[in-house]
């Protein structure tokens, strides 16, 4: 059974930074591109970033690249979303991906980027 677990989300002032953590466990995690993506309040899941199975590429939504960066660890089974300068349109649910569109999903944890 696959599982996804985010952690790491709350609340952040502008400028500051958070560290999201993905658990995942069920399947051969280093074998599996991975990615962030997130849905605000009345808005549509957008993707935020992307990495290869073994890291040795990544991609991200243009309003974040150069504030956020998404790493992974394949030997702790764990994806990493550092997200630096935020700003209060980063307030959104974010989710862990793998395998796209079609494939598995975690429950999702709440950034809130407020003064």
């Known amino acids: 059974q696959v599982v996804l677990v985010e952690s790491g989300g709350g609340l952040a002032q502008p400028g500051g930074s958070l560290r999201l953590s993905c658990a995942a466990s069920g399947f051969t995690f280093n074998t599996w591109a991975m990615s962030w993506a997130r849905q605000a309040p009345g808005k549509g899941l957008e993707w935020v970033a992307g990495?290869?199975?073994?890291?040795?590429?990544?991609f991200y939504e243009d309003s974040v690249k150069d504030r956020f960066t998404i790493s992974r660890d394949n030997a702790k089974n764990t994806l990493y979303l550092q997200m630096n300068s935020l700003k209060p349109e980063d307030t959104a649910v974010y989710y862990c991906n793998a395998g796209g569109s079609g494939g598995y999903w975690g429950q999702g944890t709440q950034v809130t980027v407020s003064s």
């Open positions: 990495i290869y199975s073994d890291g040795s590429g990544t």
